[in-house]
């Protein structure tokens, strides 16, 4: 797990930082919700964060209407999460729902 944290951590931070934050983003919030959802995510609150802004920046490219443009479907992130970061899906989930909650409100589906 040590080692997932070394080389996610890396790729979530240049994701956060090559995709601005909307105007609405509440890193504090979306923290709160995830350390408070009873699931275990072993990794730093700020890799944490940068992992809401990075599922905000995939979900944004999937588009809020569910059209495919160049981003993934939110099932897909899942599978990426649980795949490549080694989070598991309950993690996956909680983190997700956190994110379009609390930074990417925009993303969720009418």
Not at 32 to 49: H, L, T, W
Request: charged content about 15%.
């Amino acid at each position: 797990m040590h080692l997932t944290v070394q080389i996610a951590a890396p790729l979530l931070a240049v994701a956060a930082l090559t995709v601005a934050p909307a105007a609405h983003a509440d890193d504090a919030s979306y923290l709160a919700r995830v350390n408070s959802s009873g699931v275990a995510i072993p990794v730093a609150d700020r890799v944490k964060v940068s992992s809401g802004h990075y599922i905000c920046a995939q979900l944004r490219m999937y588009g809020h209407t569910g059209t495919y443009r160049s981003g993934i479907s939110p099932g897909d992130l899942v599978r990426q999460l649980t795949n490549t970061f080694y989070y598991s899906p309950e993690a996956a989930d909680v983190q997700i729902a956190a994110a379009q909650s609390e930074i990417c409100p925009e993303t969720l589906r009418p």
